[in-house]
Nanobody, 123 residues
Framework: VQLQASGGGLVQPGGSLRLSCAASGGAFVDYGQGWFRQAPGKEREFVAGIRWSGSSIAYAESVQGRFTISRDNPKNMVYLQMNSLKPEDTAVYYC?????????????????WGQGTLVTVSS
């Protein structure tokens, strides 16, 4: 399975971006997916996760109410809609996939990772 993240860029505080993650190269069935981010000098942190069925979703407290994760399984796509962006959201954002949907906040539980896409929130 290969994951390709895209959609990052420069945005002003209060603005919005939508990140996309495209999956390919395997029978992409029953995978939970997550978004993580890593700011300079900081550890990678969980942002959001979604079960294959979409029936379970988790968010980091810092993004709850501002970010929305969604997926389109026929297209093998996962999205992260980010609204009301803040300077502290600046980071490289990574999409990841795991079999099932367990311990979704732990990056060690993910089997596949995409390359990152940089999000910069600045005026």
């Amino acid at each position: 399975v290969q994951l390709q993240a895209s959609g990052g860029g420069l945005v002003q505080p209060g603005g919005s971006l939508r990140l996309s993650c495209a999956a390919s190269g395997g029978a992409f069935v029953d995978y939970g997916q997550g978004w993580f981010r890593q700011a300079p000098g900081k550890e990678r942190e969980f942002v959001a996760g979604i079960r294959w069925s979409g029936s379970s979703i988790a968010y980091a407290e810092s993004v709850q109410g501002r970010f929305t994760i969604s997926r389109d399984n026929p297209k093998n796509m996962v999205y992260l809609q980010m609204n009301s962006l803040k300077p502290e959201d600046t980071a490289v954002y990574y999409c990841a996939a795991q079999w099932g949907f367990a311990n979704v906040r732990d990056p060690r539980k993910y089997n596949y990772w995409g390359q990152g896409t940089l999000v910069t929130v600045s005026s």
